[in-house]
């Protein structure tokens, strides 16, 4: 989280944070109160079983009526019709890994492709190709989804298999061609979308 704060801080954008307890506590009058709702990376899986069936059922009403969602990573996982206690703002759509993990590869960097035809060397690790749900904004190299967004009620939900926020210091022991601050402002330009509830340029 603390890498998306940054930005968010770089950027001027006021926010607050909330762990899963303080979401379980919140009603979901509450949580519309907010126009945007990041959920980062971490382990999906413990994401979905730390909140509570309601606080799930509150966070979909609240999207549905205007709460916007990015999801990065597992944010993106949750985000999908996971058994895990997932949010489902996906019509049913489960996504699956990126081919890499079959691989063995946990994390690398990763060239996406955005439908303008800028290609970014982005850190990927453990997340999901994202198909069958919504438009693509950018992709893999094998072309499977990896950043793509679609209305869920009044709601735009935007989400990324990879990490653009991530800083210089999760670079560490690999070779990335693209900057990372070239990369942390394609995280910007994701959560701006996202907070006007502005479509991405797709495929």
Request: hydrophobic share 40%; charged share 20%; proline share 4%.
């Amino acid at each position: 989280m603390a890498a998306l704060e940054r930005i968010l801080t770089r950027e001027r954008l006021a926010y607050s944070t909330v762990n899963s307890q303080q979401l379980n506590g919140m009603t979901e009058a509450q949580m519309g109160q907010s126009r945007l709702l990041i959920v980062p990376g971490g382990n999906f899986e413990q994401i979905g079983l730390n909140l509570t069936a309601d606080t799930t059922a509150n966070v979909r009403s609240a999207v549905r009526k205007g709460l916007h969602y990015l999801g990065i990573c597992a944010g993106a996982f949750f985000a999908g019709d996971s058994p895990y206690n997932g949010l489902n703002l996906t019509s049913g759509r489960r996504f699956g890994f990126y081919a890499l993990e079959a691989q063995g590869i946990r994390k690398a960097p990763v060239a996406i492709t955005d439908a303008g035809g800028q290609t970014l060397d982005q850190y990927w690790e453990d997340g999901p190709q994202l198909t069958g749900w919504g438009s693509v904004a950018a992709r893999y190299p094998d072309g499977m989804p990896a950043v793509v967004e679609g209305q869920f009620g009044e709601g735009l939900v935007i989400l990324s298999g990879v990490h653009p926020e991530a800083p210089e210091s999760w670079r560490g022991g690999m070779t990335f061609r693209t900057p990372a601050r070239v990369d942390n402002d394609y995280a910007a330009m994701l959560i701006r979308a996202a907070l006007k509830g502005e479509e991405l340029r797709h495929f």
